[in-house]
């Protein structure tokens, strides 16, 4: 149980152009979900949190009208990477929380690739 | 300021022997402390929580340990086996997680 899966896994774009990653909660439903950035060697960073159904609240420093998140439903979330430039290239991660969890819960997706020429 | 620090960036050992790696952390108060292992281009797979009223958890090979007048915790791996290889992130857990930058094992048969 508690699987969550995002697509694409991976993405190569020109730069100039939006991308649209999907996390989706795939066997629980998740009222929070979270989207992680992670650069080669570094740590997973917050980029913002999205609540089913209310605005993503963002971390300090990330661009919100850069980074558009869009939850939806309680099974997927979606983070848009609009006019993206080669320096948005990343990882991007999300994990969901279903409704019972506590703050230390958080269940990982598989990542998403972004490569921007 | 606020830092989790883990410790060099890749730790070699012998299959067989006992990996030991290190979080520490500095101006945070942790309600918990996690580890997880990531993959080359996976997302992070939970392995143990461990409370910070909790001095030891345990599960299969793995041993953590959590000592927050130190503020440190470490992450044991018993009978490394080449398929342990992998980075290990350590992540705080205030109303959100806040990771290390992981430390890269490689066990050598």
Known sequence: ?117 | SQKIEQNSEALNIQEGKTATLTCNYTNYSPAYLQWYRQDPGRGPVFLLLIRENEKEKRKERLKVTFDTTLKQSLFHITASQPADSATYLCALVSWKLIFGAGTRLAVHP
Request: include cysteine; proline fraction near 5%.
């Open chain 1, 1 to 117: 149980g508690a699987v969550v899966s995002q697509h694409p896994s991976w993405v190569i774009c020109k730069s100039g152009t939006s991308v649209k990653i999907e996390c989706r909660s795939l066997d629980f439903q998740a009222t929070t979900m979270f989207w992680y950035r992670q650069f080669p060697k570094q740590s997973l960073m917050l980029m913002a949190t999205s609540n089913e159904g209310s605005k993503a609240t963002y971390e300090q420093g990330v661009e919100k009208d850069k980074f558009l998140i869009n939850h939806a439903s309680l099974t997927l979330s979606t983070l848009t990477v609009t006019s993206a430039h080669p320096e948005d290239s990343s990882f991007y991660i999300c994990s969901a929380r279903p409704p019972q969890g506590g703050d230390e819960t958080q269940y990982f997706g598989p990542g998403t690739r972004l490569l921007v020429l």
